[in-house]
């Protein structure tokens, strides 16, 4: 259900865009008083949707660096291991 609603918002979403993104330059030239307050609310939330964005990067980069790092210590674990098993087999 939840990845039908997700789906749902996310056409209707880019619905809306295309349709904005074709049919808001004829409604600027005329002045109209919708086009404007969505420029005024896009002009308003920008600069917040672009520090969460720059947020989730950040944030997402960090994860990468953690996840490579423990990955790196399992390698260096299971290899010592490997070795120490295959030193025991060896005497």
Not at 4 to 21: H, P, R
Request: hydrophobic share 55%; charged share 25%; no cysteine.
């Amino acid at each position: 259900m939840t990845t039908l609603i997700v789906t749902f918002v996310l056409v209707v979403g880019l619905a809306a865009s295309v349709l904005l993104s074709v049919a808001a330059p004829p409604l600027r030239a005329r002045g109209s008083r919708f086009v404007a307050r969505l420029d005024a609310l896009a002009a308003r939330w920008a600069p917040v949707v672009l520090r969460a964005a720059h947020h989730g990067r950040d944030r997402a980069r960090r994860t990468a660096e953690h996840v490579a790092q423990h990955a790196a210590q399992r390698l260096a674990a299971h290899r010592a291991h490997r070795d120490e098993a295959e030193a025991a087999r060896a005497r």
